[in-house]
């Protein structure tokens, strides 16, 4: 059963704009806190922006002014809008869900290319 779905990946040319979207089902519970965090090929998964339940977030140095990590508006669902996207911010995107466990969903691909 998928638990967590990401979306709004695609390619946009250096300078743009994307918003993805993470999407928690309601067999997840008691969600303490949604993130975003990203793989490019060859390196290690890296945190981009984190919120909490309470509404606190924080970011990675390389995002940091650029993306922004904020609730959907409705229950678990979170956006990020990546702004002034640079070709170093092409990779996988992954939502991961702190619940009762971590849960992760598949991924969404970003390239950033001209």
């Known amino acids: 059963q998928v638990q967590v779905v990401e979306s709004g990946g695609g390619l946009v040319q250096p300078g743009g704009s994307l918003r993805l979207s993470c999407v928690a089902s309601?067999?997840?519970?008691?969600?303490?806190?949604m993130g975003w965090y990203r793989q490019a090929p060859g390196k290690q998964r890296e945190l981009v922006a984190h919120?909490?339940?309470?509404?606190?977030?924080n970011y990675a140095d390389s995002v940091e002014g650029r993306f922004t990590i904020f609730p959907a508006g409705v229950p678990r669902t979170v956006y990020l809008q990546m702004n002034s996207l640079k070709p170093e911010d092409t990779a996988v995107y992954y939502c991961g869900v702190s619940a009762d466990k971590l849960y992760w969903g598949q991924g969404t691909q970003v390239n950033v290319s001209s």
């Open positions: 919120i909490t339940s309470l509404g606190n977030t």
């Open positions: 309601q067999t997840v519970s008691r969600i303490s806190a």
